[in-house]
T-cell receptor, first 112, second 113 residues
Framework: EAQVTQNPRYLITVTGKKLTVTCSQNMNHEYMSWYRQDPGLGLRQIYYSMNVEVTDKGDVPEGYKVSRKEKRNFPLILESPSPNQTSLYFC???????????FGPGTRLTVL | GQQVMQIPQYQHVQEGEDFTTYCNSSTTLSNIQWYKQRPGGHPVFLIQLVKSGEVKKQKRLTFQFGEAKKNSSLHITATQTTDVGTYFCAGPLFTGANSKLTFGKGITLSVRP
């Protein structure tokens, strides 16, 4: 089944404790993105990657890092999480042939 | 920069009523997409419109792309409780490999049974 998977789905952590949210897609998509969703603010892009080893900042990159060492994986790293990073995070992927995005199930992160 | 706007952000309807929402872009779009996010779920692609004036239907949902390719509408006939969720429109900032999808803030629809 074609899908985007994220782990963990839920995470409660404390300020300053480094964490990684994994994202993997099995559709051989070139383009992957991370979004955060907050009430009243919609979906805001954090980082995106157009292919292996090619990443760039989205609209709200501060406090986040990403890497794209393999085509299928695009982990999101929070080196020193802060409470304002409490949010719902979505990974998404697409192919160059179409703009249609496929979203993962989401990761609800709470930073205390 | 390019903006995709959806107003209002919330709408409540009685089951059986029709519902229409609009999406407006500050620039001409090569295409526009609509996504639906059920409560507790993730955005799921519904449809893509490419041609000026294009109209597409999915059962009770009708999507239209404006003649100037700067706006779009979603119309739901005889809403049902299964229509509850947030509907996002999105348009690409560029095209091809550099394309970045810009999302509206979405409209959250609630349906009173």
């Amino acid at each position: 089944e074609a899908q985007v998977t994220q782990n963990p789905r839920y995470l409660i952590t404390v300020t300053g404790k480094k964490l990684t949210v994994t994202c993997s897609q099995n559709m051989n998509h070139e383009y992957m993105s991370w979004y955060r969703q907050d009430p009243g603010l919609g979906l805001r892009q954090i980082y995106y990657s157009m292919n292996v080893e090619v990443t760039d900042k989205g609209d709200v990159p501060e406090g986040y890092k990403v890497s794209r060492k393999e085509k299928r994986n695009f982990p999101l790293i929070l080196e020193s999480p802060s409470p304002n990073q409490t949010s719902l995070y979505f990974c998404a992927s697409r192919t160059y042939r179409t703009d249609t995005q496929y979203f993962g199930p989401g990761t609800r992160l709470t930073v205390l | 920069g390019q903006q995709v706007m959806q107003i209002p952000q919330y709408q409540h309807v009685q089951e059986g009523e029709d519902f229409t929402t609009y999406c407006n872009s500050s620039t001409t779009l090569s295409n526009i997409q609509w996504y639906k996010q059920r409560p507790g779920g993730h955005p799921v692609f519904l449809i893509q419109l490419v041609k000026s004036g294009e109209v597409k239907k999915q059962k009770r949902l009708t999507f239209q792309f404006g003649e100037a390719k700067k706006n779009s509408s979603l119309h739901i006939t005889a809403t049902q409780t299964t229509d509850v969720g947030t509907y996002f429109c999105a348009g690409p900032l560029f095209t091809g490999a550099n394309s970045k999808l810009t999302f509206g803030k979405g409209i959250t629809l609630s349906v009173r049974p």
